[in-house]
Structures are given as C-alpha cells and as structure tokens.
C-alpha cells in the first residue's frame, strides 16, 4: 500500500462514546444472538471483537450499521442513532456479506463510493491507500479473493469516516498485504477514528487491538486489553519435553490441571498453579527438559475463557 501522507487529522468530541450499546438484546427464535449488551467504544480505540461461531458478532455488527433493529434497548453513534451517522458519513464499513458489482472496473466502484460520500477523499487517494492502483482498471469479476478484500477496505474509507468497521478484514489477504493494511489502519486511529474490527485471526487482535472484547453465546464474557483478557483465563502455560514414549495417565493426575496435550516427545499443559503442577511432575519421577512457563497467548486464553463459559451452563 501506498505511503501516500494520511488526511490532516480532525478535532473530535472525546467526552461523547463513538458507540453505546444499552441493554441490546435480539433474538432469532429461541435464540439470543445479542444478550443484554451493554458497552462504549471511545475515540481513537481500536477494538476487536472476537467470539466462536455464533457468538453473536456479526449480529452487533448489522445493529450496529442499522442493517437490523435490536429487540430492545438503544444503540447510538456519536450521540445519534446508527442510520443518522450513516447519513452524515461519519461510519465507514467493511462487512464479508454482500458481493461487489462485477461488471464494473475497480476504479468505477471506488470512483460510486467517493461521489456518495458527504465527506469524500480524491479518487486516486482512496486507491492509494487501498493499495489497488495498480488493479484500478481491472473488472471486479476478474479479481482475487485478497484484492476483493483490498476494494471493500477502500469503499469503507472512500471519505473521512469517524468509525470505521470491519468484519474478518484479512480474510484472503497475504502476510504482506495483512502488514500494510494494518500499518494504514494505525493511521486512521492515530488521527482520532474508532476502529472495530472482527477477527478469527486471534494473533492479529493481540497484535492491533489496544481492547478486546470478547463476546459468548450473545453476551460480552470479557472486555479489556490483550494483556487483561490473558490474566483473565486465570491459567499459564508449561510446555516441556520427555524422554522415550510418554505415559499421559499420570499427567492427567496433576494438580491444578485445565489442559494437557502431548505430542511426539512435547507435552504442554495449562495450570491454574504453575507452581505446583511443576513441582508434581517432578514428584512423578519425571525429568523434564526444556522446561518452559508463560502466560497464555490470546488464542489459548480466549478457549480457555469459552470453554469455561461452556461448561458453566452446561452444569446450570
């Protein structure tokens, strides 16, 4: 993508949430897709969303753009309700639902975003940025599935949004391209904007979120940074390995136990008490080497916190 200097930044209201959810709830039948939510997203955050299948992410997103209406409770953007914003371009979205127009070239779709924007950037700007000049004459049908991805993330931002909103951004996209995109994204918050962003790329929301939240089953089970949401799953890693076959029927006995797999040679456990699940393996008779003891990433600590919240109902 382009290095193209970012728009000259904006004064905003830091004092008014650029979301709000209040008490959302909505159902599909039986189930709860959004479950009594409630939350603010602030000024210059950047936020990721994440949740197993079904957690109800994509559904806060559609209320959030006004694409459905919640059961109850309100939704405001910047103080106003969702379709208002929209209206005034203060929110820029870049969803997996819906296809792009096919028998257009790239630069005549980019080109339809600008024109309907209130707040529109040049053109040629927003191809830049997109890092898609060089396919700006291609037909939307003849592109690939990473370039589709490159064109929606320039129709989100085809003018000065204050919010912007992605859905699974780098889906399709290469190592490369995935750097660059975010490197932008890090200029759209550096000038003040929200970003929230829904990802199953859990080492990307580690990596660009300064808060995660985390939702389950339609309600949010954690909300923080990386760092706070990893402290949450009350758990840390110990990965060693073994001499000759390894025997897991006596380290399934360790105490404070939540997670153990052994693979080849390597075993890797998660414990509650690193302490004392270490000092039990030593008691086994067992000498391990290439001891090492961490906090969980974000992946493990996000199972660790679903599945938790799984077994919790289960047992209700």
């Known amino acids: ?5 970012a728009p000259t930044p904006q004064k905003r209201d830091t004092a008014t949430p ?3 959810f209040s008490r959302v709830n909505k159902s599909f039948g039986q189930v709860k897709a959004v479950n009594d939510v409630s939350l603010d997203l602030h000024p210059g955050e950047t936020v990721a969303l994440l949740g197993p299948n079904g957690a109800g992410k994509s559904t806060a997103l559609d209320l959030l753009l006004g694409l459905r209406n919640a059961d109850s409770g309100t939704i405001e953007v910047f103080g106003t309700t969702p379709a208002r914003a929209i209206a005034e371009g203060k929110v820029g979205a870049m969803l997996q639902s819906g296809g792009l127009m096919e028998e257009v070239k790239v630069r005549e779709l980019v080109k339809l ?3 309907l924007h209130p707040k529109a950037y040049p053109v040629q700007r927003v191809l830049e940025h997109a890092g898609i000049t060089e396919i700006a004459d291609r037909m939307v049908n003849k592109l690939s599935g990473g370039q589709e991805q490159r064109v929606r993330f320039a129709i989100a931002t085809a003018g000065a949004n204050d919010l912007i909103i992605l859905d699974e951004p780098t889906t399709g996209m290469d190592v490369t391209v995935r750097q660059s995109f975010w490197a ?9 904007r929200t970003v929230l962003f829904a990802t199953h790329y ?3 929301a580690d990596a660009i979120a300064d808060r995660v939240i985390v939702l389950h089953r339609g309600r949010v089970l954690a909300d923080g940074s990386a760092t706070e949401i990893k402290a949450k799953a009350g758990a840390r890693r110990i990965v060693f390995d073994l001499d000759g076959q390894v025997d897991e029927a006596p380290l399934r006995g360790l105490p404070f136990l939540t997670a153990l797999s052994v693979s080849g040679r390597t075993v890797r456990i998660q414990s509650t008490d690193a302490d004392a699940t270490t000092h039990a393996i030593y008691g086994l008779g ?3 080497r290439n001891l090492e003891v961490a906090g969980l990433g974000l992946e493990q600590a996000f199972i660790a916190i679903t599945d938790a919240a799984t077994a919790e109902e289960a047992a209700r």
């Open 18 to 20: 650029a979301v709000r």
């Open 1 to 5: 993508m382009s290095a193209t200097a």
């Open 113 to 115: 975003a600008c024109d």
């Open 184 to 192: 932008t994204m890090r200029q759209q918050v550096a000038q003040g």
């Open 286 to 288: 067992l000498y391990p």
């Open 202 to 204: 859990l080492e990307e």
